[in-house]
């Protein structure tokens, strides 16, 4: 049985360069960003020291074994065992879509994406020149659900690509096999490719079931790409790493267009830290978990018990709860408010979809005590 992993008390946190412990005063509460509050697991550290102590601090060539340790990893967690010969290095998932993008379209074609999604989604989307186009999921309270009519329009309007946000981020939801097999059938209808941002998938908590995209139908391998990195579920953002996958010889053709470039400006740490976490994290992962199934449970009932008026979902997996603040007056901008009368720094909902101006998104990658601590200080702006 794994043992709960647990979060680094706040004033050991406080001294992290991180960029979500700079970025505010030391008086604010900081749960944006998405990155756990945890020391990463033994076997990473182990394997990163070893590559410092014999100042194996080079560039990032051929590293085989990390697919080959995705392979097994993603063949025993979901049962998908992924062609080794059609995975790619890419710096990071960002950098991976942007440029995956850019080598299936051309400039001001059409791509879509789900909001309310991922922000940095939006910019990617621009980055790569495209015209984006969003369809919002449907919304009901806080259940999310794709809304197959508004796909197939937007598809037939002359879609090129479609960035896939699975699981979820921020609705906090997974798609299920008839959802992703729907999608993949009108892909191929209106010869659109599929996108799929896996980066969360790790971090599911059962019993909900993750797919792979690349794994619900031999349709799906022909229109979609896998775009995944151990760094959201192992916490390794910073070491910039992140594998492109494809299932198809055509797509494989396409995408094997990109310049020769790319593949170096990933990071040989990210490397090591991903073949070390999908190799011998399993243990550490199923401790994380625990510790946020926990979180989103304490959430659950702090907000039955003290806010009962805030909109909450229990997420299906990782540690970004989407909060519908609506009801609780907090003014123009309840972020802002959050930040100026609580000292609670959270994300806006604003920035994963217009509409959303009265959510945030709140990180509970991290200990009980702290998200006691930032219910407390939304309390202080009632
Ligand atoms: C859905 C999604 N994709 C990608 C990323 C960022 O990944 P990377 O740092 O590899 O670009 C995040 C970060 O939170 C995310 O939520």
Redesign the pocket.
Known sequence: MAEAVQAFPLAELRKRKSVKWRNFPADVLPLP??EMDFPIAEPIKAALRDMIDRSDTGYLGPFPEMFEAFQNFSQTKWGWKPDLNQMRIAT??????VEVIRTLINPGDKVVLNSP??D??WRWITEAKAELVDVPLKENGMEYSFDFEGLERAYSSGVKVHLL?SPH?PAGILFTKEDQVQIAELAKKYGVIVIS?E??AALTFPPHKFLPFLSVSEVAKEVGICVT?A??AFNL?GL?C?MIITENEALKARINTMPMSFAFRASLFGAVAATAAYNDGRDWLDGALKTLDQNRLLIRTLIDTKIPAIGYRVPDFGY?AWLDLSNLGLGEDPTKTLLEQGKLAVNSGVVYSPKHRNHVRLNYGTSGEIIEEAFNRILRCL
Do not use: Q
């Not at 990071?92 to 879509?97: C, H, I, L, N």
């Open positions: 960003i998405a990071d998932v960002g950098v991976g879509s999604v991922y940095n989604m946000c981020n941002d980066i969360h990195s760094s959201k953002a910039k992140a970004l």
